[in-house]
Protein backbone atom coordinates (compact mmCIF):
# COMPACT_ATOMS: atom_id res chain seq x y z
CA UNK A 1 0.00 0.00 0.00
CA UNK A 2 1.61 3.06 -1.14
CA UNK A 3 1.26 6.47 0.90
CA UNK A 4 -0.49 9.64 -0.90
CA UNK A 5 2.61 11.79 -0.18
CA UNK A 6 3.95 13.18 -3.20
CA UNK A 7 7.84 13.15 -4.28
CA UNK A 8 10.24 13.58 -6.87
CA UNK A 9 14.15 13.14 -6.95
CA UNK A 10 16.30 14.06 -9.60
CA UNK A 11 20.14 13.93 -10.34
CA UNK A 12 22.78 11.31 -11.46
CA UNK A 13 23.21 8.20 -10.42
CA UNK A 14 25.51 4.79 -11.59
CA UNK A 15 25.59 1.21 -11.22
CA UNK A 16 28.71 -1.47 -11.25
CA UNK A 17 28.09 -5.25 -11.59
CA UNK A 18 30.06 -8.48 -12.16
CA UNK A 19 28.33 -9.04 -15.74
CA UNK A 20 30.04 -8.36 -19.09
CA UNK A 21 30.11 -5.59 -20.97
CA UNK A 22 27.50 -5.29 -21.49
CA UNK A 23 24.98 -6.12 -18.76
CA UNK A 24 22.06 -8.18 -20.14
CA UNK A 25 19.81 -8.14 -17.56
CA UNK A 26 18.33 -4.64 -18.61
CA UNK A 27 17.40 -6.59 -21.53
CA UNK A 28 15.34 -9.53 -19.65
CA UNK A 29 18.00 -11.09 -20.49
CA UNK A 30 20.17 -13.79 -17.53
CA UNK A 31 23.40 -12.08 -16.60
CA UNK A 32 26.51 -13.14 -18.24
CA UNK A 33 28.43 -14.34 -15.09
CA UNK A 34 30.27 -17.32 -14.56
CA UNK A 35 27.75 -18.26 -11.89
CA UNK A 36 24.65 -16.86 -13.69
CA UNK A 37 23.67 -14.55 -11.02
CA UNK A 38 24.13 -10.43 -10.70
CA UNK A 39 25.64 -8.60 -8.06
CA UNK A 40 25.58 -4.54 -8.55
CA UNK A 41 26.19 -1.40 -6.75
CA UNK A 42 24.07 1.36 -7.12
CA UNK A 43 24.68 4.72 -5.66
CA UNK A 44 22.12 8.02 -6.49
CA UNK A 45 23.53 11.56 -5.86
CA UNK A 46 20.06 13.37 -5.66
CA UNK A 47 20.42 17.17 -6.53
CA UNK A 48 17.08 17.92 -6.08
CA UNK A 49 14.17 16.30 -4.41
CA UNK A 50 11.27 16.27 -1.96
CA UNK A 51 9.17 14.05 -0.07
CA UNK A 52 6.19 16.02 1.11
CA UNK A 53 7.36 19.00 2.66
CA UNK A 54 10.89 17.63 3.52
CA UNK A 55 13.36 18.20 1.22
CA UNK A 56 16.02 15.68 0.50
CA UNK A 57 18.39 17.70 -1.92
CA UNK A 58 22.37 17.11 -1.88
CA UNK A 59 21.85 13.63 -0.29
CA UNK A 60 22.92 10.22 -1.60
CA UNK A 61 21.86 6.68 -1.32
CA UNK A 62 23.50 3.78 -2.14
CA UNK A 63 22.31 -0.15 -2.55
CA UNK A 64 23.82 -3.30 -2.92
CA UNK A 65 21.89 -6.41 -4.79
CA UNK A 66 22.37 -9.89 -5.35
CA UNK A 67 20.14 -11.40 -7.83
CA UNK A 68 20.27 -15.62 -8.02
CA UNK A 69 19.36 -15.26 -11.77
CA UNK A 70 17.37 -13.33 -14.46
CA UNK A 71 16.43 -9.81 -12.72
CA UNK A 72 12.85 -10.46 -12.89
CA UNK A 73 11.97 -13.71 -11.31
CA UNK A 74 12.68 -11.95 -8.45
CA UNK A 75 14.65 -13.32 -5.20
CA UNK A 76 16.72 -10.49 -4.95
CA UNK A 77 18.92 -9.78 -1.78
CA UNK A 78 19.14 -5.83 -0.83
CA UNK A 79 20.37 -3.87 1.41
CA UNK A 80 20.18 -0.42 1.35
CA UNK A 81 22.36 2.77 2.96
CA UNK A 82 21.30 6.47 3.50
CA UNK A 83 23.31 9.37 3.40
CA UNK A 84 24.56 9.22 6.83
CA UNK A 85 24.45 13.65 6.85
CA UNK A 86 20.52 13.08 6.79
CA UNK A 87 18.46 14.41 9.41
CA UNK A 88 16.04 11.96 10.86
CA UNK A 89 13.07 13.11 8.97
CA UNK A 90 15.21 13.02 5.80
CA UNK A 91 16.45 9.20 6.40
CA UNK A 92 12.75 8.59 7.11
CA UNK A 93 11.80 9.97 3.61
CA UNK A 94 14.53 8.57 1.99
CA UNK A 95 13.72 5.14 3.86
CA UNK A 96 10.02 5.36 2.45
CA UNK A 97 11.25 6.44 -1.16
CA UNK A 98 13.70 3.70 -2.02
CA UNK A 99 12.13 1.29 0.59
CA UNK A 100 8.81 1.10 -1.96
CA UNK A 101 6.25 2.11 0.21
CA UNK A 102 5.94 5.59 -1.59
CA UNK A 103 4.93 4.65 -4.90
CA UNK A 104 6.62 4.94 -7.99
CA UNK A 105 9.36 2.90 -9.72
CA UNK A 106 10.68 1.79 -6.23
CA UNK A 107 7.70 0.37 -5.33
CA UNK A 108 7.84 -2.00 -8.69
CA UNK A 109 11.90 -2.72 -7.69
CA UNK A 110 10.51 -3.49 -4.08
CA UNK A 111 8.22 -6.47 -5.78
CA UNK A 112 11.49 -7.98 -7.14
CA UNK A 113 13.02 -8.10 -3.44
CA UNK A 114 13.60 -11.20 -2.13
CA UNK A 115 15.34 -10.56 1.35
CA UNK A 116 16.01 -6.89 2.85
CA UNK A 117 19.65 -7.69 4.95
CA UNK A 118 19.38 -4.57 5.97
CA UNK A 119 18.83 -0.19 6.46
CA UNK A 120 21.30 1.89 7.32
CA UNK A 121 23.30 4.56 7.34
CA UNK A 122 26.87 5.54 6.11
CA UNK A 123 28.96 8.16 4.60
CA UNK A 124 28.78 8.29 0.88
CA UNK A 125 30.93 10.14 -1.16
CA UNK A 126 30.55 10.38 -4.64
CA UNK A 127 32.05 11.89 -7.21
CA UNK A 128 31.67 12.15 -10.75
CA UNK A 129 34.02 13.58 -13.59
CA UNK A 130 33.74 13.78 -16.73
CA UNK A 131 33.71 9.71 -18.09
CA UNK A 132 34.20 8.48 -14.58
CA UNK A 133 32.16 7.56 -11.27
CA UNK A 134 33.03 6.77 -8.02
CA UNK A 135 31.40 6.14 -4.65
CA UNK A 136 32.86 5.29 -1.14
CA UNK A 137 30.39 3.93 1.25
CA UNK A 138 31.73 4.16 4.75
CA UNK A 139 34.32 0.92 5.14
CA UNK A 140 31.66 -0.96 2.92
CA UNK A 141 31.78 -0.39 -0.57
CA UNK A 142 34.05 1.07 -3.30
CA UNK A 143 33.45 1.71 -6.54
CA UNK A 144 34.15 3.22 -9.97
CA UNK A 145 33.80 2.91 -13.29
CA UNK A 146 34.63 4.55 -16.87
CA UNK A 147 32.67 5.43 -20.05
CA UNK A 148 33.52 3.10 -22.91
CA UNK A 149 34.73 5.49 -25.49
CA UNK A 150 33.09 5.49 -28.60
CA UNK A 151 33.71 6.74 -32.27
CA UNK A 152 35.18 9.96 -32.41
CA UNK A 153 34.91 10.04 -28.80
CA UNK A 154 31.28 10.04 -28.00
CA UNK A 155 29.76 8.12 -25.16
CA UNK A 156 28.56 4.61 -26.18
CA UNK A 157 24.96 4.71 -25.46
CA UNK A 158 21.86 2.46 -24.56
CA UNK A 159 18.37 3.26 -24.78
CA UNK A 160 14.79 1.76 -25.00
CA UNK A 161 15.89 -0.97 -22.70
CA UNK A 162 12.64 -2.68 -20.82
CA UNK A 163 14.48 -2.42 -17.47
CA UNK A 164 17.14 -0.21 -15.58
CA UNK A 165 17.19 2.41 -13.02
CA UNK A 166 16.61 5.36 -15.09
CA UNK A 167 14.08 4.36 -18.00
CA UNK A 168 13.15 6.96 -20.92
CA UNK A 169 16.73 7.97 -20.07
CA UNK A 170 20.24 6.79 -22.44
CA UNK A 171 21.88 4.61 -20.44
CA UNK A 172 26.20 5.54 -20.67
CA UNK A 173 27.65 2.19 -20.94
CA UNK A 174 31.31 1.97 -18.85
CA UNK A 175 33.70 -0.19 -17.69
CA UNK A 176 34.47 -0.44 -13.83
CA UNK A 177 38.42 -0.71 -12.27
CA UNK A 178 36.78 -1.15 -8.84
CA UNK A 179 34.04 -2.72 -7.16
CA UNK A 180 34.22 -4.00 -3.57
CA UNK A 181 31.25 -4.92 -1.05
CA UNK A 182 31.25 -6.59 2.13
CA UNK A 183 28.23 -6.47 4.97
CA UNK A 184 25.58 -8.67 5.84
CA UNK A 185 27.16 -11.93 4.63
CA UNK A 186 27.31 -10.83 1.04
CA UNK A 187 30.64 -10.23 -0.55
CA UNK A 188 32.06 -9.50 -3.93
CA UNK A 189 35.41 -8.42 -5.36
CA UNK A 190 35.91 -7.30 -9.11
CA UNK A 191 37.03 -4.83 -11.63
CA UNK A 192 36.52 -4.97 -15.55
CA UNK A 193 33.50 -5.65 -15.57
CA UNK A 194 29.86 -3.88 -16.73
CA UNK A 195 29.03 -0.60 -15.52
CA UNK A 196 26.26 1.99 -16.49
CA UNK A 197 25.67 5.80 -15.88
CA UNK A 198 22.78 8.39 -16.39
CA UNK A 199 20.86 11.12 -15.19
CA UNK A 200 17.18 10.17 -13.44
CA UNK A 201 14.11 11.79 -12.84
CA UNK A 202 11.26 9.88 -10.48
CA UNK A 203 8.36 11.63 -9.25
CA UNK A 204 5.14 10.30 -7.80
Not at 108 to 115: K, Y
Not at 133 to 160: C, F, H, Q, Y
Request: aromatic share 10%; glycine share 14%.
Amino acid sequence: MTTATKWNLSGTYFESCDCEIACPCIFLRPPNTEKGDCNVLITWNIENGSFGDTDVSGLKVAMATHAPGLMIDGNWKVALYLDENASESQQAALGQIFGGQAGGVFEIFAGFIGEILGVGTASIEYSADGKNRSVKVGNIAEAAIEGIEGLDGADVTISGNPLGVSLGVPAIVATSTVNRFNDHGMSWDFSGKNGYYSDFSYEV
